[in-house]
């Protein structure tokens, strides 16, 4: 699903974000990827969601070597990642339902479809009730919840989630990655960056650790897949 080979990131001003980074996440796997702040794990998620480009080598997402990707297949290929970020980035001044909406209302999906798809996925987070309301009068973990059912809602192959329990208490971090583990469990590739290593240390999923821009380690089990580059 995701393959990075020998990728480079260097922002104006020389900083280097990412260095000489190899690694990937086949098809229905579900990892987590952790280092210290300003490791670079932003930047890696930015380079799936196509909202930044290598410097050198290769990004390839569902076969494609989206590094070379023209701009008017950007929107095509953004279609196959949902992103959930820590702050949310939600519309205060729309409700639940155009929240989780908007992603198809840019798409150009029908009125009817979309409201059945974004029952659909507020159900999935348990949120069906609260679909008219304003995310502002919502706790944090049910705000997050609303950042999750916008990124599911067009039924991604891939889930990126960047520090999804950071603000959250430990019983609502346990039932966050409980969400992502339930649609990994449905072939849903899932990639999360956290710094909270005593929060996964007990689950069954593979890591990769960056420390200073580059991959210090990496314990997700390869995976057989027929990948190409395009």
């Known amino acids: 699903m995701i393959q990075f080979?020998?990728?480079f990131k260097r922002y104006p001003g020389g900083h280097e974000a990412l260095a000489?980074?190899?690694?990937?996440?086949?098809?229905?796997q579900m990892a987590f990827l952790t280092?210290?702040?300003?490791a670079g794990k932003s930047t890696l998620l930015k380079l799936v969601s196509l909202i930044e480009r290598p410097t050198r080598g290769q990004v390839?997402?569902?076969?494609?070597?989206?590094?070379?990707?023209r701009r008017r297949r950007i929107p095509y290929m953004r279609r196959k990642?949902?992103?959930i970020f820590q702050d949310h980035r939600l519309l205060y001044d729309r409700t639940v339902f155009d929240n989780v909406a908007l992603p198809l209302i840019?798409?150009?999906?029908?009125h009817q479809e979309i409201g059945k798809r974004v029952r659909a996925s507020l159900d999935k987070v348990g949120l069906l009730n609260k679909e008219r309301v304003y995310p502002i009068t919502l706790s944090g973990g049910e705000q997050q919840r609303i950042g999750i059912a916008r990124a599911v809602v067009n039924k991604p192959p891939l889930l990126l989630a960047d520090e999804p329990t950071g603000n959250l208490d430990p019983e609502l971090s346990r039932?966050?990655?409980?969400?992502f583990e339930s649609f990994n469990q449905v072939g849903v590739s899932v990639l999360i960056a956290t710094h909270d290593l005593e929060r996964i240390a007990?689950?069954?999923?593979g890591v990769f650790n960056l420390k200073d821009s580059r991959l210090l380690s990496n314990t997700v089990p390869a995976l057989e897949e027929n990948d190409h580059v395009a």
């Open 60 to 69: 390839l997402l569902d076969g494609v070597n989206i590094g070379n990707l």
């Open 20 to 28: 000489d980074v190899s690694l990937r996440l086949g098809i229905g």
């Open 81 to 83: 990642v949902g992103v």
């Open 202 to 205: 007990d689950m069954p999923y």
């Open 106 to 110: 840019i798409a150009g999906y029908r």
């Open 175 to 179: 039932e966050i990655m409980g969400l």
């Open 35 to 38: 280092g210290h702040s300003g």
């Open 5 to 7: 080979h020998n990728v």
